[in-house]
């Protein structure tokens, strides 16, 4: 689970003297298995002829989420261990990361930084990057 706080410090300030801006339009996850793999060719031998993923098995679902990543997020290098049977889903903790921002970015109105802790980050550190690469005022 992740725990998040807001904190205001001196860091963080951009060159101009202002703070960093946060995505507050970020986009929803295509979620359409098919255009992912147009994107990136890993996903594509786990589809079925209508675009349909067998997700009882760990590597389609590895897939999904390493395409979420790069195709969708920029995050082309993130990956899941080859040991890891548990895969985090990727837009149900985008979901969060961005749920946890719009709760804590109003009550601090001039923060240069928010500063999350996420207690237990396990091996695919799927919240700090999700928080860093959505709001560059977010730090982990």
């Known amino acids: 689970m992740a725990e998040t ?36 060719a890993r996903l594509a031998p786990f589809l079925n002829d209508s675009g349909k993923v067998n997700f009882s098995l760990p590597e389609p679902c ?23 049977h548990l895969v985090p889903t990727i837009p149900s903790r985008y979901a969060y990361v961005r749920f946890i921002h719009d709760k804590l970015l109003p009550l601090h109105q001039h923060p240069t930084k928010l500063v999350g802790l996420d207690i237990g980050t396990g ?7 999700l928080g860093v690469q959505s709001c560059p005022r977010l730090s982990f």
Request: hydrophobic share 35%; glycine share 6%; net charge negative.
């Open 62 to 84: 590895k897939a999904i989420a390493q395409a979420q990543m790069m195709v969708e997020l920029g995050l082309p290098q993130w990956q899941i261990p080859s040991k890891l």
């Open 5 to 40: 706080r807001a904190q205001d410090t001196d860091g963080g300030s951009s060159s101009s003297g202002t703070a960093p801006t946060c995505t507050h339009s970020m986009p929803e996850l295509l979620c359409s298995f098919k255009d992912l793999a147009q994107r990136d």
């Open 123 to 129: 091996a695919t550190c799927v919240y700090p990057l």
